[in-house]
């Protein structure tokens, strides 16, 4: 890679690590297979930055290659019990108990949820994409994505009531 691209792509990394990452925890639920996906997709989006152009397309190729990657990884594994893991991404400063019950209560529902019901949450109500694109990025059809979508809220309801209070409150 040359000076100047290496340069735009240190600048990348810097300023939207954080985001990504957050990204990958959300897909992943646990820390360091976050870490794994981002360095991963960096690797890939590194190779190919000369080619990517338009500014405002590379967080999203980026993005989009981590999907790839995580929805690649579970067609390749053999159902395991999924385990949670014990460390929050974000650091909550002082003044933020609402925030960090919060987020508290969020994760341990999100914990309960399937790796493929988390991740159409992630990709319909925090990446803002529709179903027919998450149908077409996962390789399912766009019914299955509504029925995971209804799936997971659900078992977000009956998982979670004290998310409702926590709101409330905050």
């Known amino acids: ?31 360091h ?3 794994d996906l981002v360095q991963s997709a960096l690797t890939k ?3 190919r930055w000369r080619g990517l152009r338009d500014p405002a397309a590379i967080e999203g190729y980026v993005r989009r290659v981590m999907y790839h990657e995580r929805v690649s990884w579970w067609r390749r594994r053999s159902r395991v019990a999924e385990v949670s893991a014990a460390w929050l991404p974000d650091q909550v400063g002082d003044g933020h108990a609402e925030a960090a019950d919060l987020r508290l209560v969020m994760r ?3 914990a309960r949820l399937t790796p493929r019901q988390r991740t159409v949450l992630v990709l319909r109500y925090f990446e803002d ?3 027919t694109e998450i149908a077409g990025l996962l390789g399912i059809g766009v019914g299955s994505v509504r029925s995971q979508i209804y799936r997971s809220l659900e078992r977000l309801k009956k998982a979670a009531p004290e998310l409702n209070a926590v709101k409330e409150f905050g």
């Not at 890679?1 to 646990?30: C, H, K, N, W």
Request: glycine content about 4%; hydrophobic content about 50%; cysteine-free.
């Open 1 to 31: 890679m040359d000076p100047g691209f290496e340069a735009d792509f240190r600048q990348f990394v810097i300023d939207r690590s954080e985001a990504l990452f957050r990204t990958a925890y959300l897909l992943t639920g646990d820390r």
């Open 108 to 110: 341990a529902a999100l």
């Open 33 to 35: 297979a976050a870490e």
């Open 45 to 47: 989006t590194a190779a």
């Open 129 to 131: 994409l529709s179903e």
